[in-house]
C-alpha cells in the first residue's frame, strides 16, 4: 500500500506539473500567432517595401553607384 500511494501521489504531481506548465508556457487567452487581418496587413506592408527597394535599386543614381562600385572592386582585383 505504500508504494501505491507513493506512485500514485507521484504521478499526481506530474500530471498537475505537467497542466500547470502547458498552462504558463500556453496561457488560456494568450495569441498563438496572426489572424488573417494581420497577416493581410503584414503582406501588404511587406510588398509596399518591397516595392519602395525596387524603385530605389532601379534609379539611375543607385546603379551609377553600383556600376562604379563593382567597376572599382574588379580594377583593384586584377
Given at each position: 500500500m505504500g508504494q501505491a500511494?507513493?506512485?500514485?501521489?507521484?504521478?499526481d504531481r506530474l500530471r498537475w506539473f505537467r497542466a500547470r506548465w502547458a498552462l504558463l508556457t500556453t496561457g488560456p487567452h494568450r495569441d498563438r500567432g496572426m489572424s488573417t487581418a494581420e497577416y493581410a496587413v503584414g503582406t501588404?506592408?511587406?510588398?509596399?517595401?518591397?516595392?519602395?527597394?525596387?524603385?530605389?535599386?532601379?534609379?539611375?543614381?543607385?546603379?551609377?553607384l553600383?556600376?562604379?562600385?563593382?567597376?572599382?572592386?574588379?580594377?583593384?582585383?586584377?
Open positions: 500511494s507513493v506512485g500514485r501521489t507521484r504521478c501588404i506592408a511587406a510588398c509596399a517595401f518591397a516595392a519602395i527597394l525596387f524603385k530605389v535599386v532601379t534609379s539611375p543614381e543607385v546603379q551609377q553600383i556600376t562604379g562600385l563593382i567597376n572599382r572592386a574588379l580594377n583593384v582585383a586584377g
